[in-house]
């Protein structure tokens, strides 16, 4: 199983609403993703867990909140966003430990695409 | 700061062609450096990395080369098929988690 599973697809919402995004993968990776990705633009890291712990925040506005309750399993929990935070959002996971280049292969999810009116 | 520059931004080709994908980056302090396909509103898919102590990596049709000290990476399609058509991103490896993107490559490969 090399996958890794984003809930919703799709969601929309508006400024006031609080919502959450899943992303669950089974490969037993030890570090996980959060990219964000405005159209036609490349990914941008938002956040990176390594071992549960939250090892990188490219200093993402505080109306977005993730959660690592273990080691399968990140969420992004949204509240309060803007227009302008429409966009794909991105998890992915790569294994972290062990010699080999692999570890560090990031897989991604196929993303959840959210629209903030 | 590190920057990614992917040229061309869109390329066609007839397929069955060989093709070259180009990647520059600024700063030569890389950790690796993965090449990415993204298909139109989807997720991206690894294609392959090089640690930025290797000069090159192949899987199957594709091989992409490294050169650290002139920052530059390629991406080398061999015969070329209309399921290859997709954005292809190369990204530069900060660390061992960190991942800087270019713009990508628009890849359209006509039947």
């Known amino acids: 199983d090399t996958e890794v599973t984003q809930t919703p697809k799709h969601l929309v919402m508006g400024m006031t609403n609080k919502k959450s995004l899943k992303c669950e993968q089974h490969?037993?990776?030890?570090?996980m993703y959060w990219y964000k990705q405005k159209a036609k633009k490349p990914p941008e890291l938002m956040f990176v867990?390594?071992?549960?712990?939250?090892?990188i925040n490219e200093s993402v506005p505080s109306r977005f909140s993730p959660e690592c309750p273990n080691s399968s399993l990140l969420n992004l929990h949204l509240h309060a966003l803007q227009p302008e935070d429409s966009a794909l959002y991105l998890c992915?996971?790569?294994?972290?430990?062990?010699?080999?280049?692999?570890?560090?292969?990031?897989?991604f999810g196929a993303g959840t695409r959210l629209s903030v009116l | 700061k590190q920057e990614v520059t992917q040229i061309p931004a869109a390329l066609s080709v007839p397929e069955g062609e060989n093709l070259v994908l180009n990647c520059s980056f600024t700063?030569?302090?890389?950790?690796?450096l993965q090449w990415f396909r993204q298909d139109p509103g989807k997720g991206l898919t690894s294609l392959l990395l090089?640690?930025?102590?290797?000069r090159e990596q192949t899987s199957g049709r594709l091989n992409a080369s490294l050169d650290k000290s002139s920052g530059r990476s390629t991406l080398y399609i061999a015969a070329s098929q209309p399921g290859d058509s997709a954005t292809y991103l190369c990204?530069?490896?900060?660390?061992?988690?960190?991942?800087?993107f270019g713009q990508g490559t628009r890849l359209t490969i006509n039947p």
């Open positions: 090089i640690q930025s102590s290797q």
């Open positions: 867990y390594s071992y549960e712990k939250l090892s």
């Open positions: 992915a996971s790569s294994p972290l430990g062990g010699g080999s280049i692999a570890k560090n292969i990031q897989y």
């Open positions: 490969m037993g990776h030890r570090a």
């Open positions: 990204a530069v490896g900060k660390g061992a988690q960190k991942l800087v």
């Open positions: 700063d030569s302090a890389i950790y690796n």
